[in-house]
């Protein structure tokens, strides 16, 4: 069964800055497309960033520019780098993953089968 471990969330004032980190009890990192979540309070969860196994990103168009997605296949983990954080960026973050059976990328939230906690992340002055 793999786990996900997620961590770096908070509180931050917007403009500022966050590293979200998700860590995976699996050894075949490698072979897995993953991707970050966000669901604020009565919205939908919605997609944030994708990378796939093999490294390629996708963005949403509201964090394009602002966030970076990125993998370190030998520490079995995934990162979301935020900056210039604004309120509605305030919202709890799930990391996922999904073997990767395919070469399209995995954009929607029915496709992953493995998802962490969530760690909430909070822009507010």
């Known amino acids: 069964q793999v786990q996900l471990v997620e961590s770096g969330g908070g509180l931050v004032q917007p403009g500022g800055s966050l590293r979200l980190s998700c860590t995976a009890s699996?050894?075949?990192?490698?072979?897995?497309?993953m991707g970050w979540y966000r669901q604020a309070p009565g919205e939908q969860r919605e997609l944030v960033a994708i990378?796939?196994?093999?490294?390629?990103?996708n963005y949403a168009d509201s964090v394009k520019g602002r966030f970076t997605i990125s993998r370190d296949n030998a520490k079995s983990t995934m990162y979301l780098q935020m900056n210039s954080l604004k309120s509605e960026d305030t919202a709890v973050y799930y990391c996922?993953?999904?073997?990767?059976?395919?070469?399209?990328?995995?954009?929607?939230?029915?496709?992953?089968?493995?998802w962490g906690q969530g760690t909430q992340v909070t822009v507010s002055s």
């Open positions: 990378i796939s196994k093999d490294g390629d990103t």
């Open positions: 996922a993953l999904e073997p990767a059976l395919r070469s399209n990328p995995y954009t929607r939230v029915h496709e992953y089968t493995y």
């Open positions: 699996t050894i075949v990192f490698d072979l897995y497309a």
